[in-house]
């Protein structure tokens, strides 16, 4: 099991080499949790980076998820509290997904 939760603030040349290791690093059946924000979270200012570039998309996850499973995925608003700056609506991705 790997839990990724708001990992993304790596490059997008740094996240293709991050998902590619999280994938080699799973078992065979074993568990990706994904947890970050979509791009409509520029929108809310409630936290996250502030470039489209770090956001996940539908498009951008299947890519990177390419040959997995995917067993739930929820794109969602809700309310957070983690702390400064963490506050308020969010848009989030909730992604678990398993390698094959």
Known sequence: LI?????????PNMRVDLFAH?????????YLILQGYT??????????????DHLYT???????????????WQ??????HEGEG???ISALMGVVARKL
């Open 58 to 72: 539908t498009e951008l996850i299947q890519d990177l998820l390419r040959g997995m499973e995917i067993c739930d």
């Open 3 to 11: 839990a990724a939760i708001f990992i993304q603030f790596a490059t």
């Open 39 to 52: 791009p409509k979270q520029l929108e809310y200012k409630t936290g996250g980076p502030p470039s489209i």
């Open 22 to 30: 999280i994938r080699q690093s799973l078992k065979p059946g074993g």
């Open 75 to 80: 794109e969602y608003e809700a309310e957070i």
């Open 86 to 88: 963490h506050r308020g």
